[in-house]
Nanobody, 125 residues
Framework: QVQLVESGGGLVQAGGSLRLSCAAS????????MGWFRQAPGKEREFVAALSLSGTYYADSVKGRFTISRDNAKNTVYLQMNSLKPEDTANYYC????????????????????WGQGTQVTVSS
């Protein structure tokens, strides 16, 4: 079992920045592919970013503005969000995948095994 706890959400003005953190426990963190998703009210949960041994991947809507990174010594994955826009407003979730191939980077919700409870990000115009 894996526990994921997100933090760092909040209210920010358009153009501002936030850094989300996700602390993991329970299984070997370095073996996991980590991802971030988000869900706005009335919308489906969508892929934002992921990090595997093959590299980083981003949704087109956040490419160039968001950066995913991890610190295996701290069992933590981060999402640095810059140049935030009102349309980035959502509940942000981190997720862990223990796929047999650590070079494979899942980008759909069913491919992730564990989820955090989410942290709210609100961007005002």
């Amino acid at each position: 079992q894996v526990q994921l706890v997100e933090s760092g959400g909040g209210l920010v003005q358009a153009g501002g920045s936030l850094r989300l953190s996700c602390a993991a426990s329970g299984r070997t963190f370095s073996n996991a592919v980590m991802g971030w998703f988000r869900q706005a009210p009335g919308k489906e949960r969508e892929f934002v970013a992921a990090l595997s041994l093959s590299g980083t991947y981003y949704a087109d809507s956040v490419k160039g503005r968001f950066t995913i990174s991890r610190d295996n010594a701290k069992n933590t994955v981060y999402l640095q969000m810059n140049s935030l826009k009102p349309e980035d407003t959502a509940n942000y979730y981190c997720a862990a995948s223990y796929h047999s191939n650590p070079y494979y980077t899942p980008r759909t919700r069913p491919e992730y095994d564990y989820w955090g409870q989410g942290t709210q990000v609100t961007v005002s115009s």
